[in-house]
């Protein structure tokens, strides 16, 4: 195929190069350095770019990294691991739904009540008798 010296590629119809360009970022790797980042520090509201930034990737590569490792969106991830720590704290600690909910960043009880439920089929009351 003859090679095109205005365009500095090959001329139409030359398809030798294709799917050659740069490699895909966003590394599965850079993924455990996200959720442990998530992991420890739960009790804040974290954002894409502040995730991103302590696993070294832009927002959209590490977007695509942990769908791709993960099967969720990076939210969906940070809210399990919430409820899963607010679970963990009403099954060990002596604290109140209302005080579970508030640590891991809910506003209202009825809105993590909800998304308690949905996650594990039960309510925080069910765990935490007390309110």
């Not at 739904?97 to 308690?116: D, I, K, M, P, Q």
Request: net charge positive; aromatic share 8%; with cysteine.
């Amino acid at each position: 195929m003859p090679f095109d010296r205005d365009r500095g590629r090959g001329a139409p119809g030359d398809h030798r190069h294709a799917g050659r360009g740069r490699p895909r970022r966003g590394s599965p790797r850079a993924s455990p350095r996200a959720c442990a980042f998530i992991d420890a520090h739960l009790d804040q509201d974290l954002t894409l770019q502040t995730i991103a930034a302590a696993a070294g990737l832009n927002p959209g590569s590490l977007q695509r990294a942990f769908r791709l490792t993960h099967g969720d969106t990076i939210f969906e991830y940070v809210w399990g691991r919430k409820l899963d720590h607010a679970r963990a704290l009403l099954e060990r600690d002596n604290i109140s739904v209302g005080e579970a909910a508030h640590l891991v960043g809910y506003r209202t009880l009825g809105n993590f009540s909800t998304a308690f439920r949905r996650r594990f089929g039960i309510t925080p009351r069910q765990i935490r008798p007390r309110y």
